[in-house]
């Protein structure tokens, strides 16, 4: 039989050690994280500990538009994932993905567990301004221009504007050619 300090020991070399940053929030201030997290963020454990997310995104307003985007989805279903770019320690752009779950839906951010994959090997990122990013994260969940201008608070012409500058930017056809330019992956064959 198993002591129950060896079994939480176990557990804890389990979730430091773990090939994928690992993260507990409460309401978006790291309480906890393992060495996978940190170093993707070219960070030591210790410098993350008790700090708001807000460092890790590309700007401040990135940071609090995500949260609105997730927030009702983790209210409703109790998870929410997505792929999004997010900045290293030196300054630099990655793509991640990000999965998490509401251990409160009724108060989604208060107490939440996160998972963060680095994607930069199979895709690099595509220089884009704060808008276009938040634009083409949005196209990426399948949002219409009435959608995202709701989200973001602008007009749809507005949106449909920067919807026509990503795709000449990214010498494409359509909104599946953008997001597959900008991933790294395939465009879907109809």
Partial sequence: MTHPTEASQRLATAFLEAPIGIVMTENRVIRECNHAFARMFG??????????????????????????????????????????????????????????TSLTPQDPLAHAVWSFADLSESRPVTPLTRRERQIVMHLGEGRTSKEI????????????????????KMNAQNVAELLASLTGMPAASG
């Fill in 149 to 168: 201008a709701r989200l973001l608070d602008i007009s749809p012409r507005t949106v449909e504007t920067y919807r026509a500058k990503l795709l000449r």
């Fill in 43 to 100: 960070r030591r454990r210790e410098e993350l500990i008790d700090q708001s997310f807000a460092p890790l995104y590309p700007s401040r307003e990135e940071f609090v538009a995500i949260r609105d985007v997730g927030v009702p989805r983790l209210r409703e279903m109790g998870n929410y994932s997505d792929e999004r770019i997010m900045m290293r320690k030196d300054g630099t752009l990655f793509w991640c993905r990000v999965r998490g």
